[in-house]
Nanobody, 124 residues
Framework: QLPLAESGGGLVQPGGSLRLSCTAS????????IGWFRQAPGREREEVSC????????TYVDSVKGRFTISKDTAKKTAFLQMNNLKAEDTATYYC?????????????????WGQGTQVIVSS
């Protein structure tokens, strides 16, 4: 088991920023692919970003490119999602997930470990 926990969500005005954190309760995340997903009410879960555990390569869905940055601090056993210039359409519950293997991004069912989610609301 890899217990993941997200934090950092909240209410922010359009154009604002939030930094989401994903901790693994003492486990080393170095070799895990970390994905950030989001799910808005009535919509399917969407992978927003992924960071590859093997080479550090990062990917983003088009709608967040240039605004979101994924990173991983292996010393702190934490992954981050820096979200800038937030828009109303970014409103969702955000989840971090982890998997081993080569593919990143990947479909949600390929991620073995999930956090409980943190809510992000972008509204004026």
């Amino acid at each position: 088991q890899l217990p993941l926990a997200e934090s950092g969500g909240g209410l922010v005005q359009p154009g604002g920023s939030l930094r989401l954190s994903c901790t693994a309760s003492g486990y080393d995340l170095t070799y895990y692919n970390i994905g950030w997903f989001r799910q808005a009410p009535g919509r399917e879960r969407e992978e927003v970003s992924c960071i590859n555990g093997s080479d550090g390569n990062t990917t983003y869905v088009d709608s967040v490119k240039g605004r979101f940055t994924i990173s991983k601090d292996t010393a702190k056993k934490t992954a981050f999602l820096q979200m800038n210039n937030l828009k109303a359409e970014d409103t969702a519950t955000y989840y971090c997930a982890a998997k081993l293997g080569r593919l990143c991004p990947d479909s949600p069912d390929k991620f073995h470990y999930w956090g409980q989610g943190t809510q992000v609301i972008v509204s004026s």
